[in-house]
């Protein structure tokens, strides 16, 4: 069973749900030294995600913190504020332009997608959650006989549906293997994508074929069981490693209402 944990530095770790997800209290991210870096680094490593209540970080002090996590990483599809590199602004768009209402790890059609995630909440709704599911744990309690036949399979991620949205010929596409391996944890997750849109076939095999497996794997993936789902308040930070997560956009605020967070991705790295 997961424990609150409270370090010599006085950051109190509050695990939030049985699967997934840690809430960290005691630490001011504006003013992070290296031993408190250090309790923040092996708690993101065990719990997959942290929430840090009602920091309140401008943009510049988001981009400080995340860089002691790795380099900011920039896509194609997005637009950055001037000054902070790599910070984006996420709006509401409605919920018809929504591309983050489904289970997703983020642009896993790049070579080198990103690996870790950060958003700062300005200003959210009530309502408008987002959840994450434990992808160490979809990939732990496959069948040894499904673990097999998975282990060597490659899926081709796709760009289309993104790359057309921001207006570019692109056509992406990108294999990585479906069991990856997390290099600080040495742990294995399943690295999976929605079968209609960034993961719909094996490398090897025709979508056709492929669509049973990847469906079933993407719906054993987000089981209640293995998710977190964050209320947001003003104020909060919250950092996940898409490594080894899932997330999902909850759009039931309606389209005329304000949600404003700010977002950087951090360490391209090319899942193994
Ligand atoms: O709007 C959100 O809560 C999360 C959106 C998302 O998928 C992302 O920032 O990668
Ligand atoms: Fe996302």
């Not at 332009?97 to 958003?119: K, Q």
């Not at 391996?181 to 076939?201: C, Q």
């Amino acid at each position: 069973m997961a424990m609150t944990k409270t370090s010599t530095s006085g950051i109190e770790v509050r695990p939030l749900s049985g699967s997934i997800g840690a809430a960290v209290t005691g630490v001011t991210l504006a003013e992070l030294d290296d031993d408190q870096f250090s309790v923040l680094r092996d708690a993101f490593l065990e719990n997959c995600m942290l929430v840090f209540p009602r920091q309140d970080l401008s943009a510049g002090a988001l981009e400080a913190f995340s860089k002691w996590w790795g380099e900011p990483v920039t896509t194609f599809f997005l637009e950055y504020l001037e000054g902070h590199h790599g910070v984006s602004q996420l709006f509401n768009r409605g919920k018809a332009n929504s591309v983050t209402e489904n289970w997703h790890s983020d642009t896993p059609f790049l070579a080198e997608p990103p690996s870790i995630n950060f958003l700062s909440a300005r200003d959210v709704p009530i309502g408008g959650d987002t959840m994450w599911c434990n992808q160490y744990l979809a990939y732990e309690t496959l069948s040894s006989g499904m673990q097999d036949l998975l282990a060597g399979l490659k899926i081709e991620f796709n760009g289309d549906s993104l790359a057309g949205l921001s207006g570019a010929p692109e056509k992406l596409r990108t294999a990585h293997p479906v069991v990856r391996t997390h290099p600080e944890t040495g742990r294995k997750s399943l690295f999976i994508g929605s079968p209609t849109i960034t993961a719909r076939r094996f490398e090897t095999m025709t979508e056709a074929e492929s669509f049973p497996l990847i469906q079933w794997l993407y719906q054993h993936s987000s089981q209640p069981h293995r998710v977190y789902r964050h209320h947001w308040s003003n104020g909060d930070v919250v950092m996940w490693d898409n490594r080894c997560t899932l997330h999902y956009a909850v759009h039931d605020h309606g389209d005329d209402v304000r949600r404003e967070l700010y977002r950087i991705t951090t360490r391209a790295e090319a899942p193994v």
